[in-house]
């Protein structure tokens, strides 16, 4: 087999057979496939496009490429939850919690941000002591106790996908849709969950720009998924503003807790009480509208906010932030940003808000940088609310003035106020 001719044939938009796809991600995995040729391969791909049994092939040659895990010793039906990205995007962190208290179980692995992208991983170190390694008995142990884990992706886990995606990165061969799809699900599959729901996002903070083009993501990772035996489901999602009122590791970890503590409510609360009602029907655990109710109850009671004090716990972090948030890393100053006229919210531009945190030290461009825990921005509005001039918008969180009045120069362009009422959106556009 030569790379030469499966390059070719992508070109030509000819179909690869699935033998021929092992042979391209192995061959680049083991490094007797160049970079060079993997990027013009992935850049066919990306012009012309796989079909859906490519996709699935590529998926599973990527997930075959390291370990599996087995999590059948947890003798219950586990569910995986994956949101492809955004800004303020922290619904792991509830819906994990609450899932669990429903008698659900949730092994989660999740990512670090990379630009302007938050990821759950720096969020949860932001706690103190919090330890995001664990070994995969102790993983899965900690699954069984207390109903879930939140971890670092660890072990051999699709070495494939972390050596394309690297290049990806550098290719501009990220947004294609059997890459991203690929990618995604082949780490799904990999961690071994029996459902898989999926939380597809698009808007400005998203990989996907249109609710269009994310339903088109959306029903090829579920194809994916079922054509490998899971149970899967997707959510339609906006992230055209960002979600909830906080952007930045210790600030969406402190607004988890008061919305688990019931001291905030907001568009956040509702997507984390749908999502987690969809994990606990996929978990069989009752109609969905009996795991909606079992869903708000846990979070009323306080049961949810009990489970994730006892993984925060159990992961070696200080479980009294659940109590005292505010011994969450913060940052030396803090900038109010008022409004420059009256009239109703409309729109909080997520891209933007992403690269303010971003120059505010809150997320990283490249792997080895590290990220200021403290910084990062508060909303103090929603979408659609009242607005008069001088009102306070948003808390700007830096380590010096002149990072805060970077990011305020950035945030005044994203924030719009119109003259005319505006209709709160709903987040959820679908579900596949
Ligand atoms: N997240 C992933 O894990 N892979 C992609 O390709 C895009 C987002």
């Keep these: 087999m030569q790379i030469y001719d499966l390059i070719q044939k992508t070109r030509r938009r000819q179909k690869l057979t699935a033998e021929e796809i092992r042979f391209l991600v192995n061959g680049f995995t083991a490094g007797e496939i160049p970079d060079f040729c993997m990027s013009a391969w992935l850049m066919a791909v990306c012009c012309h496009g796989l079909t859906t049994e490519e996709t699935v092939d590529l998926t599973i040659a990527i997930r075959d490429s390291g370990t599996c ?26 819906i994990a919690p609450i899932t669990a208290a429903c008698g659900g179980y949730v092994p989660k692995m999740s990512g670090r941000g990379l630009g302007f992208t938050g990821g759950t991983i720096d969020k949860l170190e932001s706690i103190p ?42 290719t501009a061969t990220v947004d294609s849709i059997p890459l991203i799809c690929s ?34 993501l959306a029903k090829s990772m579920v194809n994916v998924g079922n054509m490998a035996d899971k149970k899967c489901r997707a959510m339609i999602t906006d992230m055209n503003a960002p979600l909830g009122h906080t952007v930045g590791n210790a600030l969406e970890i402190a607004e988890v807790i008061h919305i688990l503590r019931g001291e905030e409510k907001n568009n956040l609360t509702e997507l984390a009480l749908s999502l987690s009602a969809h994990m606990l029907e996929l978990s069989k655990k009752g109609s969905l509208q009996e ?9 009323t009671s306080g049961k949810a906010l009990e489970v994730l ?58 792997n080895h940088i590290s990220i200021d825990m403290g910084a990062g921005l508060t909303f103090l509005h929603d979408i659609g609310d009242p607005i008069q001039a001088g009102d306070p918008i948003a808390v700007i969180h830096g380590n010096s003035e002149t990072l805060c009045e970077l990011a305020e120069k950035r945030l005044l362009s994203a924030i719009q106020i119109s003259e005319q009422p505006v209709a709160k959106t709903n987040l959820i556009y679908s579900i596949i």
């Design 129 to 170: 002591g919090f330890r995001v390694n664990m070994s995969v008995p102790d993983f899965i142990r900690q699954v069984k106790e207390i109903g879930c884990a939140v971890i670092a992706q660890s072990g051999n886990l699709t070495p494939a996908d972390k050596k394309i995606y690297a290049l990806r990165n550098l």
């Design 309 to 366: 004090s006892h993984m925060i716990e159990a992961q070696g972090g200080d479980a009294s932030v659940t109590e005292h948030p505010e011994k969450l890393p913060q940052t030396r100053t803090q900038k109010y940003l008022k409004a420059e006229r009256s009239g109703y919210l409309s729109a909080i531009d997520s891209e933007q808000a992403g690269l303010a945190c971003l120059e505010l030290g809150a997320g990283r461009t490249a």
């Design 183 to 216: 990618s995604i699900m082949s780490k799904k599959l990999a961690l071994g969950a029996d459902c898989i729901l999926l939380d597809v996002k698009y808007g400005s903070g998203a990989f996907m720009k249109t609710a269009a083009d994310a339903a088109v």
């Design 291 to 299: 795991c909606r109710r079992m869903a708000e109850q846990a979070l």
């Design 69 to 94: 895990l087995d999590l059948s010793e947890l003798g219950q039906i586990t569910v995986d939850k994956h949101s492809t990205g955004g800004i303020g995007d922290k619904t792991t962190l509830l």
